[in-house]
């Protein structure tokens, strides 16, 4: 019997003691869950943080649109309109010095009337006034005339230096009936130089200059019955000859003669190549700058020498 009983007092006491860890063991394991409750307060925490973090975010979102309402004066590009009205008001200004080129024309068109106007030996410099081609240079001339007498269809074509000096107003060169003679006379512009030729006579040669001042018109001459060179194929609705008016400008003291002129015309000499020498036919030819100014040269040197 007393096995029994402490038997059983062993089985209350190891009980007992059981009991109590039990007990111990659920204060710890109730000790763990206050941890949770704490995370998931800081949770709860954290949230009104992140929310605050969200409104500002929120807040800086729609704070953003407002720098766009400050750079709209960026949008505002219109000033450099006003430049470009200024750029466009800026060729009215450079409209002015337009003017300047005008009256420059103008006096370089009044001084070569002046220097046409003296009737000097040494016409190189003086009947500069529009003496120019297509390509703004010089063109010269050589025109024939038959200062002695002689009878065409009844009429007397005699026409000399002197009878050119003695007019006083210019003078038709009509009478031209060859189409490379015509056409030399229709490329003549104002102000066009020409050396008088006196030709079909004792001494034929170079014997002064003039000057075109009226450029080509219809020769009239042709639709006369009593005109020395009359060509009835020309009609006055289509005329085929035409004219030009000269002005008398100088008389060389000593002519250049034919000889002297063929002698330059040699090969190798300053006139070979002058249309004169090559077409000795051709009543109105071409005469180059450089054989102008070279037979300029001769006639003061023969004015000089007197012979």
């Excluded at 590009?77 to 337009?98: G, L, V």
């Excluded at 000269?246 to 002297?260: A, D, N, Q, Y």
């Excluded at 004169?276 to 040269?297: I, N, P």
Aim: net charge positive.
């Amino acid at each position: 019997m007393p096995k029994r009983k402490s038997v059983a007092i062993e089985q209350i006491a190891s009980e007992a003691p059981r009991r109590r860890s039990l007990r111990n063991v659920q204060p710890a394991a109730d000790a763990a869950e206050p941890t949770t409750d704490s995370i998931t307060k800081k949770r709860r925490e954290r949230r009104p943080s992140e929310r605050s973090q969200r409104k500002s975010l929120q807040e800086k979102s729609t704070s953003e649109p407002e720098p766009e309402s400050e750079s709209e004066p960026e949008s505002e590009p219109e000033p450099p309109a006003k430049r470009s009205r200024a750029s466009k008001q800026a060729p009215k200004a450079k409209a002015a010095p337009k003017a300047t080129p005008k009256a420059t024309g103008k006096a370089a068109t009044a001084k070569p009337a002046a220097k046409a106007s003296k009737p000097t030996t040494n016409s190189t410099a003086a009947p500069t006034t529009s003496n120019n081609d297509d390509n703004g240079e010089k063109t010269y001339w050589l025109l024939k005339a038959e200062p002695e007498s002689r009878i065409e269809n009844g009429v007397d074509v005699k026409f000399s230096i002197d009878d050119l000096a003695a007019k006083k107003e210019p003078e038709p060169w009509d009478g031209i009936r060859a189409y490379a003679a015509r056409n030399n006379l229709r490329a003549m512009k104002k102000g066009d130089l020409a050396f008088f030729y006196a030709s079909n006579c004792k001494e034929p040669g170079i014997v002064g200059t003039m000057e075109i001042v009226q450029e080509h018109s219809p020769d009239l001459t042709a639709h006369d019955p009593k005109a020395a060179y009359y060509d009835p194929s020309s009609k006055p609705s289509d005329p085929k000859w035409s004219v030009v008016h000269v002005e008398f400008r100088s008389k060389f003291k000593v002519p250049i003669g034919l000889k002297e002129l063929r002698a330059m015309g040699a090969p190798g000499q300053p006139l070979e190549n002058m249309q004169m020498l090559k077409q000795t036919r051709l009543s109105v030819s071409k005469v180059s700058a450089a054989e102008w100014e070279y037979l300029m040269g001769v006639a003061e040197e023969k004015a000089v020498a007197g012979k």
